[in-house]
């Protein structure tokens, strides 16, 4: 059954700095090995600042049998950051450490607030609101950016692996079902000559993403379940999570249809799935799985602000490795390598025998073929 490290440390929200927040107390709690002797620290953006503890927070519930302890500390920017210069985009990160725990919160920061407290203009980091975060991670806990981080990650480590036989992490990438960008920005900083796209059906997630990234990537509204609104054989590579892990059947095979129409002939789709025999599910989620191998679970939450078929599917290895087939070459099948929770599949579609021609004179050769025949019909009538 699926499995993650919870490590119980928390700073109170909201993880956001205005112009008013140059000197800003963060306060939160902490597991503590030693209630007598705590061993918490916090640093911000690799500066230690001073921690001063107070007292054991009131665990209770799932918290039971822990021991933590409170703790704040009060920060002047001006000063902690006074002549300092960071990688940009800038984004404020503060890592608090507890024994061998660690966990780091982000702030997005305004540009006055970066005015006045790094001294000089730096580009910064966007960070969409609280309820677009909570739409794309379920969670507005001050980890957005770190989580696509990781994800973008993953899927360059898998092209990565498979670049000896033409995968191409750079090129012409799409994003789809990006949301409010949170893993095209990331990826941007690992392929900044890449040329990216996003895609998604939330139109106010592109309409932030189009606001804030759109020095990173074009984004576009796609229907859900139409056509993608970009030519045949347009991108190198489509990378697609958590996507396929929230669509019934009738809309995942068009999509299918519709990533190979704009995946180049020999380029690679990274996708997720989550195997239904790695979750404790409802016996009768499970009897379907078992039956045919995919698993859609309509009575799941309903995720606010998006269509209410969106809920959460399942597909066996064995599912997608055949139903999947007719549109790609299904090369690996990860298992929980993306998130920790989903598995990775790694397609190609295939080379047609005419692939090599350029797509410009195999469009004049459908052209004319069409013309041939449209003359026969009108001969022999």
């Known amino acids: 059954m699926a499995r993650h490290e ?11 700095l205005d112009l008013e927040d140059q000197v800003y107390v963060f306060r939160g709690w902490a597991e503590v090995d030693q209630i007598d002797l705590p061993d918490i620290h916090l640093s911000i953006n690799g500066k230690a600042v001073k921690v001063v503890t107070t007292e054991p927070p009131n665990f209770e ?14 920060v002047d920017f001006r000063s902690l950051f006074s002549r300092e ?60 950016h770190a989580a696509g981080r990781e ?32 893993v095209i920005d990331c990826y941007a900083d690992v392929f ?21 990234l759109s020095e990173r990537a074009s984004f576009d509204v796609n229907p859900a379940g139409g056509r993608l609104p970009y030519p045949d054989e347009y991108f190198d590579t489509i990378y697609s999570i958590s996507i396929f892990t929230h669509l019934p059947e009738e809309i995942q095979f068009p999509l299918l249809r519709e990533i190979r129409r704009v995946l180049k002939p020999g380029g690679y789709l990274i ?3 989550l ?51 007719p549109f790609f ?31 410009q004179v195999r469009a004049i050769g459908r052209g004319l073929v069409n013309r041939l025949a449209l003359a026969r019909r009108s001969a022999a009538a």
């Open 329 to 359: 070459e299904i090369l690996k099948i990860g298992r929980q390598n993306i998130n920790n929770t989903q598995d990775a599949v790694v397609a190609r579609r295939p080379r047609e025998f005419y692939s090599w021609i350029p797509k």
């Open 192 to 212: 900044p000559k890449s040329k990216l796209f996003g895609c998604d059906i939330d139109p106010e997630a592109i309409e932030w993403a189009s606001k804030n």
């Open 85 to 144: 210069t960071f990688p940009e985009p800038f984004l404020l990160e503060a890592e608090v450490r507890s024994g061998s725990r660690v966990r780091t919160f982000e702030y997005a920061v305004t540009r006055a607030w970066a005015r006045e407290c790094l001294g000089a203009f730096q580009s910064l980091r966007a960070i969409p609101p609280e309820p677009l975060q909570i739409r794309v991670t379920g969670a507005a806990a001050g980890g957005y």
């Open 275 to 325: 195997n239904p025999f790695s979750f404790e599910l409802p016996e009768d989620v499970l009897d379907e799985a078992r039956m045919g191998g995919f698993a859609y679970w309509g009575e799941s939450s309903k995720t606010e602000g998006l269509p209410d078929f969106y809920r959460l599917a399942y597909h066996s290895d064995d599912y997608v490795k055949e139903r999947w087939s």
């Open 6 to 16: 919870v490590v119980f440390i928390s700073l109170d929200p909201p993880y956001f």
């Open 151 to 182: 994800v973008a990650k993953e899927i360059t480590d898998l092209l990565l692996d498979f670049s000896s036989q033409g995968a191409k992490p750079s090129g012409r990438v799409l994003d789809l079902g990006c949301g409010p960008g949170r």
């Open 61 to 74: 519930g799932y918290l039971a049998g822990k021991t933590g302890m409170k703790f704040y500390a009060k």
């Open 271 to 273: 996708t997720t799935k």
